[in-house]
């Protein structure tokens, strides 16, 4: 997987994360304020997550057990290999029309929006831009301005206090934030999900304001109902008509919310570690003596670290055999990368009865920093063998990295490992 999509697949995990806590925990919490901040807050902390990855580290690390025993032996060697589908190139073609399409649809949206504020007539009001129209037509609020019918404003003035309260409270910018995210896990169904909850939110918080500002409740009530069944509205704008209306009147009879229940997110954060400590491998201590710059060894115990994501972003990598100046491992070529490799190979005790053998094909990228990533099973001998491999070789230590017009940059390799029983 790609750099990029591999950031994205982490951050739409974490948001999944996020999201379901708070459908589960605290939509029906009636902190709206506070429900909408942090909604924002905690997407845009999960996009900045994947950027640091928290690594356990031991001084036995992943190669502690990982000796040769008598009924197996595995020996590497490097070959090439018939070019596999571009599924990288697929996923990522997927993505961006994906994305493509989810930009256009609220452009669409937003050309509609702006002709019928076009077509109306514009008069000041309290503080806002009051945008009246001919007809019997739909109220809706987007930025400063509200629009609506001369009649519903002057049968229905509740409907202009409660597009009002959309306007002084700035929920339209809610929506354009939450926008990038949308483009970005537009594939992610809680995010879709989420934005419908964060506007929920936001009927919520002007059915508030108009109550307070003393409109009776029950005649309010008996007029959304009332307007209940009415036109479409824009994706984009906030509405007086909304589809979740029993769940507006619910919330208005609903006691306030225990003040306690804001500490209720705090409850993520150890959820949020674990998913960190879940999308990154344990590390060898080998490669994380040769991370710092002391030389210091590591301690026997386990220890925990935090650093800067290396692999987001990352340049394109080079083919081996277009490589200017080759990578080099433990001070020689790829010969002693495969002698390395077979001093760490176990091969599965499950697997001595059965005597499983055959080739098997990995393709891992060494980056300009020479730390090994991206290491893929292009071709499969069995699922165990398969995991001994890509366990062993994402354990490398750091390389020397490869050279391109005299600057550093990341390297393709292509690895064949043969399993042969003795």
């Not at 902390?45 to 928290?54: A, G, N, T, Y």
């Not at 400590?277 to 386990?302: E, H, L, T, W, Y």
């Not at 050279?403 to 399993?419: A, E, L, N, T, W």
Request: include cysteine.
């Amino acid at each position: 997987m790609t750099p990029f999509l591999l950031y994205i697949a982490r951050a739409g995990l974490y948001l999944a994360l996020f999201y379901a806590f708070y459908l589960l925990v605290m939509r029906r919490a009636t902190f709206f304020r506070l429900n909408r901040v942090l909604l924002l807050a905690g997407s845009y902390l999960c996009l900045i997550l994947p950027l640091f990855r928290i690594r356990t580290v031991s001084a036995s690390g992943i190669t502690s057990g990982l000796i040769m025993v008598a009924e197996g032996q595995a020996v590497a060697e490097e070959a090439p290999v018939a070019p596999a589908f571009p599924w990288k190139e697929a996923l990522l073609c997927l993505f961006i029309a994906g994305a493509a399409v989810t930009l256009a649809r609220y452009l669409i949206s937003a050309l509609k929006m702006s002709r019928i504020i076009r077509s109306g007539e514009a008069v000041k009001r309290d503080g806002c831009s009051l945008v009246l129209l001919e007809g019997n037509s739909s109220s809706f609020s987007w930025g400063n301005k509200v629009v609506m019918s001369r009649q519903d404003l002057a049968e229905n003035p509740a409907i202009f206090t409660h597009e009002l309260m959309h306007v002084r409270n700035r929920h339209s910018v809610d929506l354009v934030l939450f926008f990038p995210l949308q483009l970005l896990f537009w594939w992610n169904p809680l995010v879709w999900i989420t934005r419908e909850e964060l506007r929920l939110v936001h009927e919520y918080e002007a059915d508030e304001g108009v109550i307070q500002n003393g409109i009776d409740a029950t005649q309010y009530q008996l007029l959304l109902v009332r307007k209940a069944v009415g036109e479409h509205r824009f994706s984009l704008a906030s509405g007086f008509q909304h589809a979740k209306l029993k769940n507006r009147i619910e919330m208005m009879l609903k006691p306030s919310s225990s003040g306690w229940m804001r500490w209720s997110y705090l409850a993520l954060v150890p959820v949020l570690a674990a998913c960190m400590f879940a999308c990154n491998p344990a590390k060898n201590s080998n490669n994380q003596a040769a991370d710092s710059q002391d030389g210091a060894s590591p301690a026997d115990a386990q220890y925990t670290t935090i650093v800067a994501d290396e692999a987001v972003p990352q340049q394109e990598a080079i083919p081996y055999n277009l490589i200017e100046n080759k990578p080099l491992f433990n001070g020689g070529d790829a010969n002693n990368f495969s002698l390395w490799v077979n001093s760490q190979l176990k091969y599965p005790e499950e697997l001595n009865e059965a005597a499983v053998e055959g080739r098997l094909v990995l393709q891992f990228t060494v980056g300009a920093d020479g730390v090994v990533r991206d290491v893929e099973v292009l071709k499969s001998v069995n699922e165990l063998l398969d995991a001994e491999a890509v366990k062993v070789v994402s354990a490398s230590p750091r390389w020397e990295p490869g050279q391109q017009d005299g600057s550093p940059v990341p390297v393709k390799y292509i690895f064949p490992i043969i399993f042969k029983v003795q």
